[in-house]
């Protein structure tokens, strides 16, 4: 059997859509539309979501921040030792929502991962604000796939893992009857 069956490489073309959607849009940020020179570094797009300019050094919630080379390429490694695991992870998957959830994962992190090793920092923008109240830290396209993709596998291994293990129990029931 082949490790490439459909739901994988559906999974490998979302991963890769996702990849490029992030670089595309970080390019605009920082090429036609130049955020970083804005006044403030902000565009105002709406009442309650700004473009604004943020340079991560950190990785999720600007946790671990790189503040030298070392942890820089440190960061790196550890980003693409993930990005592997989530890889290997769905190539062995069968399920396509897991699959999916995976891809999304996978997208986001290859993004962020290219920005950093090329910058040294993972170019962040999306403010989403009710006034002064803030539900997520400034994030970009990759940042939003990632926490996507984990909730599909967090709702997937707590509700349909249920599903699943009630069919099979059932199954074995009638099977002993």
Known sequence: MSILT???IIGLLIALALFVADQW??????????????????IELLPFFD??????????????????????????????????????????????????????ILGGALGN????????????????????WRPFLIF?????????GVVIILVRSFIVRDKDDETTNETASAVES
């Open 51 to 104: 473009l604004r300019w943020t340079q991560n050094f950190g990785i999720s919630l600007g946790l671990f921040e790189a503040t030298s080379p070392e942890m820089r390429w440190g960061l790196v490694l550890v980003t693409m030792g993930i990005a592997l695991v989530v890889t290997i992870w769905m190539m062995r998957e069968k399920a396509f929502g897991d699959i999916l959830g995976l891809a999304f």
């Open 140 to 148: 970009n396209v990759a940042d939003a796939a990632i926490t996507i």
């Open 25 to 42: 849009i970080k390019h605009l940020m920082v090429g036609p539309l130049d955020l970083r020179n804005q006044p403030g570094g902000v």
């Open 113 to 132: 991962i290219r920005d950093r090793y090329e910058l040294g920092y993972v170019i962040d923008y999306a403010d989403l604000h009710f006034g002064d």
């Open 6 to 8: 459909k739901p994988r």
